[in-house]
């Protein structure tokens, strides 16, 4: 174990309750850190036994977020990528089910030279050496979030092992971020500071002490409710932080930075003091409450009941809305109620623009296909997205070309017209000769765009890459009949083995295009993704055509005497 990491450790921990915000408390203290020139990296330790969220239910866990190196991680990954403006990997989310599988073949291996072995030191040990390994020269400050709520079994063998990564590097190098709920009792007209009170006492119990206490609320605490926590909770009176209920998450670095959580921390780890730079965050800022345009996507999706399930497609779309200073509304549509005309007719007919997410599985794929129907036919800008692109080929294969039959192979592996199928490498798990978990397409592929097309000038560059989550393709067979009908591949592997892109020309479709890829996912608040961009872009511009008309009846007159 490494004695003389340079590197600061941030511990971030919850209590009370669970869906607090800790991810997004970790995520806008590390913007503030990084505002001040610090160079900054995050971590997730999530409690469940599962190696990764991958083969999870979406309405348990919400969406799964892919990195660049093709791991499959936690939603909070995302948020940290977002507010940090930077890309993560694999390290970045460490769960119980990766920790144990470690040690399980290490002993098997013999790697422990026949020890006992137990949950301290070895479980332990292993938790240690991926938290320290996110440090290192180039990183200044590690923050870490504990997932889980402070006082549960799964929770403890990570507690135990920050506490043990506080001894080893000294108490001057780590900060321990307790955030708690602090209710408004509404009968009595009281907050209630008890709940916060056991919380921190439950984390002392496993020799934690925090240094600070972010309290969540719905309303600001006075002055004396922080004096009665740092009181029983022996921390400073100042390291006592309210984050009430914000108009935005934007919003919340703000509220952290005003209550002089960031300047306390790095005072309490002696870090180089540099005032914040809000010069990008106002900006962004601006754009989030003061919109120029207001815009309404409808988003088709299977798992709305949890929008968690698409938070990053949320955000980028709402991203997309800021590159114009426009505000997204996002209206979720279960894509069942797209089945029929006259579904989709009724829940897409007032919208400016449609989102056809990702998603694995039959159910819904008919009201996507249906969704896609009405806005190709009514010059809706479209974005489909993964699945939504091979919704996209599927749709215009039976209703343009005239394959009644198109389909997946995923859905039914006898459909005799399989314009998407499986990559063969990947046929053996597929037909249930391995395991699922990790056995997709995962992580960032290049593309070659083509020229003149839709995504090309979208990207404004030849050669991009995208974020890939996914076990089927568009079926080459077909490729040469889609394209005679007036479908466009506009973006293959640079082999051209393999379709990324597809869309209308822009003289057929003011915005119809979809990708393969998972594209929210590189998308930032203060870097829009071009491609949601573009969708708000042709969303807004269609809204100006449907409030004026032209009247292009003076354009066409024959002309006058004397006239060219």
């Not at 971030?12 to 970790?26: M, Q």
């Not at 709920?181 to 002490?209: C, D, F, M, N, W």
């Not at 935005?248 to 309490?268: F, M, N, Q, T």
């Amino acid at each position: 174990m490494s004695n003389g990491s340079p590197t600061k450790h941030v511990f971030v921990t919850g209590g009370v309750a669970s869906s607090l915000g800790k991810g997004l408390t970790a995520s806008s203290l590390g913007s503030l850190l990084k505002a001040r020139g610090l160079r900054v990296t995050m971590q997730k330790l999530d409690p469940y036994l599962n190696v990764d969220p991958g083969t999870m239910n979406p309405f348990q866990h919400g969406e799964v977020f892919v990195t660049n190196d093709g791991a499959e991680t936690d939603l909070d990954i995302g948020h940290y990528e977002r507010f940090l403006d930077t890309d993560l990997g694999q390290i970045a989310n460490v769960t119980t089910g990766q920790v144990y599988s470690s040690v399980i073949a290490k002993e098997r291996r013999g790697d422990y030279l026949g020890d006992t072995v137990q949950v301290i030191p070895h479980i332990t040990n292993e938790i240690k050496e991926r938290i320290l390994a996110m440090g290192g020269p180039g990183v200044d400050v590690v923050i870490t979030e504990v997932g889980g709520t402070v006082g549960d079994i799964e929770s403890l063998p990570f507690l135990e092992a920050a506490r043990q990564v506080r001894h080893d590097i000294g108490r001057g190098n780590v900060f321990f971020l307790h955030v708690s709920l602090v209710p408004y009792i509404g009968p009595s007209g009281e907050l209630k500071t008890k709940p916060t009170q056991h919380s921190v006492a439950a984390l002392r119990q496993v020799g934690i002490q925090p240094d600070a206490v972010v309290c969540r609320a719905d309303r600001e605490l006075p002055d004396s409710i922080k004096r009665k926590i740092s009181l029983m909770c022996d921390v400073d009176q100042e390291a006592v932080v309210t984050a009430a209920d914000a108009p935005s998450i934007y919003d919340i670095p703000k509220v952290l930075h005003r209550e002089g959580l960031d300047a306390y921390l790095v005072r309490r780890l002696d870090l180089p003091f540099r005032d914040v730079d809000w010069t990008v965050w106002d900006d962004l800022l601006r754009r989030v409450h003061h919109p120029k345009e207001e815009v309404t996507v409808a988003l088709v999706g299977k798992y709305i009941d949890l929008p968690d399930a698409y938070l990053s497609v949320g955000e980028a779309l709402r991203a997309g809305g800021f590159a114009h200073e426009a505000k997204v509304n996002i209206r979720w549509i279960a894509s069942d109620e797209c089945q029929t005309p006259a579904g989709a007719a009724r829940n897409l007919q007032d919208v400016d623009a449609v989102c056809v997410p990702g998603g694995f599985g039959v159910r819904g794929i008919e009201g996507k296909l249906g969704a896609l129907t009405y806005a190709r036919t009514h010059g809706i800008p479209t974005l489909g997205l993964c699945l939504g692109l091979q919704c996209m080929v599927i749709e215009y294969s039976r209703q343009v070309v005239g394959l009644e039959k198109a389909g997946s192979t995923e859905f039914d592996p006898d459909t005799p017209e399989p314009v998407i199928a499986t990559m063969n490498e990947q046929l053996e798990y597929v037909e249930g000769a391995g395991d699922l978990g990790g056995t997709m397409r995962l992580g960032l592929y290049p593309a070659a765009l083509k020229e003149g097309s839709v995504t090309r000038a979208a990207y404004g560059e030849a050669l991009i890459e995208e974020r890939h989550r996914h076990r089927y393709e568009v079926n080459n067979h077909y490729r040469e009949q889609l394209e005679a009908a007036g479908l466009v591949f506009s973006g293959t592997s640079p082999d051209n083995n393999l379709v990324e892109f597809v869309e209308l020309p822009r003289d057929v479709h003011p915005y119809y295009v979809s990708t393969q890829a998972h594209p929210e996912l590189r998308s930032r608040p203060t870097r829009p993704h071009p491609l949601f961009a573009g969708l708000v872009g042709a969303a807004i511009e269609r809204q100006k055509e449907l409030r004026f008309p032209i009247d292009e009846s003076g354009l066409r007159r024959e002309p006058g005497p004397g006239e060219d």
